[in-house]
């Protein structure tokens, strides 16, 4: 059985609770897009962990986890983040792989990144976390990328780095931007190819043998539906295809070989970055940070937030094949007295129930809403469906029929125990 996990919102949906969940029923998970500017927060047993790159399916002892041909892996961050594993007593050795195609994101990626988005007008800004990761993806398509195994080629590592230091500079100059020193990005990338060069391996033949030997795998997806390059709210988008068909082309595995499909979702609706949000709703945004909740694992910043929509939850299913739908954050409902649902938009008069492509038109649609009677009690206690009050059941069934996916798993608070499968 091999599943992709995707969120069919705007990121930020509880996908490395799930993952961990289902990670359970697996035996390898794979990333396949995306890069350290994603975030994934899972709490076990009263433990925090905090993850970018590296899959929270490493959380679950004796599992193993791959970082695939499509991603972009900061080789200096990555060994932070498995050193402070190591420090919350978590080990990766022997069950971590990183594809030796994926590209590597330098310290130049994550300046030229900072200094476009503070340059960039405010109409223009994406809210970018700043990681670096759309240049290096740019650099991937110009074919002038750095891959893993070059990394642990010295000379080759040094001479593509000074080459693109040169190039980045010529073009900072012209901007009026700082430049950056190739010196110090060659001896740090040095230092961390030589913690790292133990992981690097052809993980495309991996994932096959795995296959071959009828191993169950595990696909996590960073972002969401609507951040993906091609179907999201272009331009504010990330720089990869968050949606089904990157975990094939960012891994190696053909779609034939794909079982299901989870879609995970908020009960709610938030967005981090700049960008057309139609059910955006301030006295959500109050609520919820005021309660502590939606800042960004990655970059501490408060998410924007808003009422469910079914309209773009509904396309989302319907593009990425979405056979299950994986459900978090219903708890963060629990005091609202009535609870609002988009079913479709109006705009110049006209009827939508799918989304525009054009950014500036969704900008300017008009939600049509449900109103549903909220529960208005605790349910962070819910360890079963027939637990759930009965507006909570509610309002979850037309969820489900909204946007046409069988609702399979419920969470109702951040640690492990707290999420549940609809028919248990």
């Known amino acids: 059985m091999n599943t992709v996990l995707v969120g069919i919102q705007w990121g930020d949906e509880g996908k490395g609770k799930i993952v961990d969940v289902l990670t359970e029923s697996h035996d390898v998970v794979i990333r396949s897009q995306g890069g350290s500017n994603a975030g994934h927060t899972i709490i076990i047993g009263g433990e925090k962990y905090v993850l970018h790159l590296l899959p929270s399916g490493l959380l679950r002892r004796g599992k193993k986890a791959i970082i695939g041909n499509g991603c972009v892996v900061d080789p200096i961050s990555l060994v932070g983040e498995i050193k402070q594993l190591k420090r919350q007593k978590i080990s990766v050795e022997g069950r971590l792989y990183l594809s030796d195609r994926a590209h590597v994101v330098l310290p130049l990626h994550r300046h030229m990144d900072a200094a476009r988005e503070a340059a960039a007008s405010k109409s223009k800004k994406i809210g970018t976390t700043g990681r670096g990761i759309g240049p290096t993806y740019q650099d991937k398509i110009n074919r002038l990328g750095l891959r893993l195994h070059e990394l642990l080629d010295e000379k080759t590592l040094a001479k593509k780095i000074r080459l693109r230091v040169k190039e980045a500079n010529q073009i900072c100059r012209a901007l009026g931007w700082k430049t950056t020193s190739a010196p110090q990005m060659i001896?740090?990338?040095?230092?961390?190819?030589?913690?790292?060069?133990?992981?690097?391996?052809?993980?495309?033949?991996?994932?096959?043998?795995?296959?071959?030997?009828?191993?169950?795998?595990?696909?996590?997806?960073?972002?969401?539906?609507?951040?993906?390059?091609?179907?999201?709210?272009?331009?504010?988008?990330?720089?990869?295809?968050?949606?089904?068909?990157?975990a094939c082309t960012g891994s190696g595995l053909p779609p034939t070989r794909i079982s299901s499909v989870v879609g995970t979702l908020k009960a709610y609706t938030t967005r981090v970055g700049a960008g057309p949000f139609p059910t955006e709703s301030q006295v959500m945004g109050d609520l919820l940070h005021g309660l502590g909740r939606e800042f960004g694992a990655t970059t501490g910043r408060a998410r924007r937030c808003g009422w469910f929509d079914a309209v773009m939850t509904r396309y989302a299913c319907r593009l990425n094949g979405v056979t299950e739908l994986a459900l978090t954050n219903l708890d963060g409902l629990d005091s609202v007295g009535k609870i609002k649902v988009c079913t479709a938009y109006r705009i110049d008069g006209k009827k939508l129930t799918v989304p525009p492509a054009s950014a500036e038109v969704l900008k300017r649609v008009e939600p049509v809403y449900r109103t549903f009677r909220g529960w208005q009690q605790d349910t962070s206690g819910c360890r079963c469906w027939k637990d759930l009050p009965a507006e909570a059941k509610t309002y979850l069934k037309v969820i489900s029929e909204l946007i046409e996916a069988p609702l399979g798993i419920i969470s109702v608070g951040p640690d492990r125990d707290q999420t549940f499968k609809k028919n248990r």
């Open 187 to 246: 001896r740090d990338c040095s230092r961390a190819a030589k913690y790292l060069k133990p992981y690097i391996c052809d993980t495309v033949h991996m994932i096959h043998e795995l296959d071959r030997k009828g191993r169950n795998l595990m696909f996590e997806g960073a972002q969401g539906t609507y951040l993906d390059v091609d179907f999201g709210t272009y331009p504010f988008v990330t720089s990869s295809n968050t949606t089904t068909g990157g």
